[in-house]
């Protein structure tokens, strides 16, 4: 008797068995049942396919939401906590780079005044994420929670605006650095450009829309010679793409401001130094050399001149951006949607006393009480500008910002702090 696999299937590749007792209708039979057959084992495996697909999909959005840093009601319930305000007539601020030098400053003074405070940064590996980790703590410590995610995130960020009503936002996530823009330049692209895309998307379509200040730089002066800088200075000549970026940032910022109603404030900063600072900073990796007994790189320009930069302490930086804050007028979109002219600024953040990086080092070793292996070469062409001075008299008399640490002070403040940090004991490390 022959198997069910011998019935369905022809004993010969390509052919069919022919019965040469049966009739022609029996052929047909066997045909249409072989055929018929196929269609269901075909139906079966479309049917399983299928299956398998939803079961993965359902397997893949379980992990993503279990891997996911964000999102459930105790995530909900620290977010407001955070966002809370506590004196009247005060705000609710998202901090964007809040993990960040400037950023847990930043947030650390509107906590303390009482105002809501919630932080976003995505702690990346630029400079070592142990030091942002710290600030962290130190934000939680005073009740600022942070969120761990991207500006680039458009589910977070709505999200974020759907659970708290942020009055204002404080844009100070990007980027940062002129030589490494070199190595990565997307970096800057993704950050500086399509994050801040991304943030005023979020921002625009916020009901009610937040005023919105943001972090610029003194780097969109470039290559400009007329000193000191002043914001109706030319900003089109770029020397570093972090530059540019900063630049571009400034023209989407103007085109939100146009067309969505937004209030922005742009705050080009210059040279902020203090406590709690990037290590790729000058300062900061001076220090870490000197007191290790390594030589320091110091860069000259043209004609052997000394750069040199006008150094802002991190709390006059902070009374800039309260000040920005504070004087920020109410955005005048609702939904995306326009009702007028919204306020468009931009200010300088400076010292306005310029100090060349030879005096600056010099005033490490008076602090550290030790001596610098110093290794002067010419400034390579990577970015760097020969120097930088602020003209501040527009955010003096619109924010009443007036800076009151010289660099003497400033940084021996920050070799407290950096030989607390890193345990040093005078001048030697700590086991």
Not at 249 to 259: D, L, M, R, V
Request: proline residues 5%; aromatic residues 10%.
């Amino acid at each position: 008797m022959p198997s069910i696999q011998d019935e369905l299937l022809p004993s010969t590749p390509g052919k069919f068995k022919i019965d040469h007792r049966g009739s022609h209708h029996r052929q047909l039979h066997r045909c249409f049942a072989s055929t018929s057959t196929m269609f269901l084992w075909a139906l079966f495996l479309i049917a399983l396919t299928a299956s398998y697909l939803s079961f993965q999909s359902f397997i893949d959005t379980g992990n993503r939401y279990f891997a996911a840093s964000w999102g459930g009601i105790q995530w909900e319930r620290q977010v407001r906590n955070s966002a809370q305000i506590h004196r009247s007539g005060g705000m609710s601020v998202l901090v964007t780079g809040a993990a960040g030098f400037v950023g847990t400053h930043v947030s650390l003074a509107l906590k303390k005044r009482g105002d809501g405070v919630v932080g976003l940064d995505n702690f990346n590996s630029y400079y070592d994420p142990s030091l942002k980790k710290a600030r962290k703590a130190m934000l939680q410590d005073h009740g600022v929670f942070v969120v761990e995610g991207d500006i680039n995130d458009t589910r977070l960020l709505a999200k974020l605006f759907d659970v708290v009503a942020f009055t204002h936002v404080m844009h100070l996530a990007a980027q940062a650095g002129v030589r490494y823009a070199m190595e990565n330049p997307n970096s800057y692209v993704h950050s500086n450009i399509a994050g801040l895309v991304t943030l005023l998307e979020a921002c625009k379509s916020a009901d009610p829309q937040p005023a919105v200040v943001w972090a610029s730089s003194s780097s969109v002066y470039g290559l400009n010679e007329k000193v000191p800088f002043s914001e109706s200075d030319r900003t089109d000549q770029p020397a570093s793409l972090y530059a540019a970026t900063k630049k571009a940032g400034e023209e989407i910022a103007h085109t939100y401001n146009h067309i969505y109603g937004l209030s922005i404030t742009g705050l080009r900063f210059f040279t902020v130094y203090g406590p709690w600072g990037r290590p790729d900073m000058a300062y900061f990796s001076f220090t870490r050399n000197i007191l290790q007994g390594k030589p320091i790189t110091i860069y000259r320009g043209k004609n052997r001149a000394d750069l040199a930069r006008d150094f802002t302490y991190i709390d006059d930086i902070v009374k800039g951006c309260i000040g920005s804050l504070d004087t920020s007028r109410k955005s005048t979109g609702s939904g995306g949607k326009k009702r007028g002219p919204a306020p468009y600024r931009i200010f300088n953040l400076g010292n306005t006393s310029p100090v060349t990086v030879p005096t600056l080092v010099s005033i490490l070793e008076r602090h550290l009480k030790v001596k610098a292996k110093r290794n002067i070469v010419d400034m390579p062409g990577n970015g760097d500008v020969p120097f930088t001075h602020a003209n501040i008299s527009h955010a003096r008399r619109e924010l009443g910002y007036k800076p009151t640490t010289d660099l003497q002070t400033g940084l021996k403040k920050f070799v407290k702090w950096y030989l607390s940090y890193y345990g040093y004991n005078h001048g030697k490390p700590v086991n």
